[in-house]
């Protein structure tokens, strides 16, 4: 993954410019939430995310990827992450992660989250899968709350961390992370979702990221598929991907890519968001 290296914080407009693609980043991902089912095409909920974000007025920020041409990644089981929406259909008890992104007017969102289908065959896997995407869902949330009352960056990575460690046996990738966004989609910090040495930037006022927690029922290698896209894990176990963009102002956070700036993520955590003045 390659970051634009260039100063970290934004100023109080910059971050204004930013609520737009981040709440048409999250109306692209509410449109997959009510489609997705069994029997729907990854390629059919591309195309609607894609409707989304363009009838809002943006661009899908993931097609200014170099040899990117789609709306979304569409990650099935146990694909992580960069899978390519196509022909594949959905089926029920699958696990699936839709990761999406809306530029406007120069400025980025990005934000994932997995869903696990209804209906699968299989009762205990079923539980197996939902087990596993709440727990990647709520480690963001920990991240988030975390970046709350950070000092550094690399705090946020230890809280996920420690919150996915107190939930079971999981692996949280290291090859793939967070990072910054604003007028690039990936920008300058790196977000880790672990423990690392040092203590990275300071959080203070300005800093936009995007925090990403990439979690797998089993190890953390993974290998690239042909497609020189979609990642999978090595061991075959199903994966979840869970990711928002957050910005730290003098008032507090505020989640971007959430309508509702994160409140109801945070709430149970004793974290109450502040909207951009």
């Not at 230890?158 to 949280?172: P, T, V």
């Not at 896209?229 to 910005?247: F, P």
Request: aromatic residues 6%; charged residues 20%; contains cysteine.
């Amino acid at each position: 993954m390659a970051f634009r290296r260039s100063g970290i914080y934004k100023t109080p407009e910059e971050m204004r410019l930013m609520v737009a693609p981040g709440l048409l980043t999250a109306a692209s991902l509410d449109v997959v939430a009510a489609a997705i089912r069994p029997g729907i095409t990854t390629g059919e909920l591309d195309a609607l995310a894609e409707k989304a974000i363009v009838e809002g007025g943006g661009e899908p920020n993931f097609k200014l990827v170099p040899g990117y041409f789609h709306t979304v990644c569409a990650s099935v089981n146990s694909d992580v992450v960069h899978g390519i929406p196509g022909g594949r259909v959905i089926e029920a008890g699958d696990i699936v992660s839709i990761d999406s992104g809306a530029q406007f007017e120069g400025w980025n969102g990005d934000s994932a989250r997995t869903f696990v289908v209804p209906g699968g065959a299989d009762p205990a896997l079923d539980e197996t899968r939902r087990r596993l995407n709440e727990v990647t869902e709520q480690s963001l949330w920990h991240g988030i709350a975390a970046l709350a009352s950070a000092r550094h960056l690399n705090q946020v990575g230890a809280a996920i961390e420690e919150f996915i460690e107190s939930q079971g046996d999981y692996g949280i990738l290291e090859d793939y992370v967070g990072h910054g966004i604003g007028r690039d989609m990936h920008e300058d910090p790196p977000v880790f979702n672990y423990r690392v040495r040092g203590n990275g930037p300071t959080v203070k006022p300005g800093l936009v990221v995007a925090i990403e927690p990439m979690v797998t029922a089993g190890g953390i290698d993974t290998i690239t598929q042909d497609d020189e896209w979609t990642v999978t894990t090595a061991d075959g176990s199903d994966a979840a991907h869970w990711e928002h963009s957050i910005a730290v102002h003098e008032g507090g956070i505020w989640v971007l890519t959430a309508a509702d700036g994160g409140a109801s993520g945070l709430a149970a955590l004793g974290i109450r968001p502040v909207p951009l003045p």
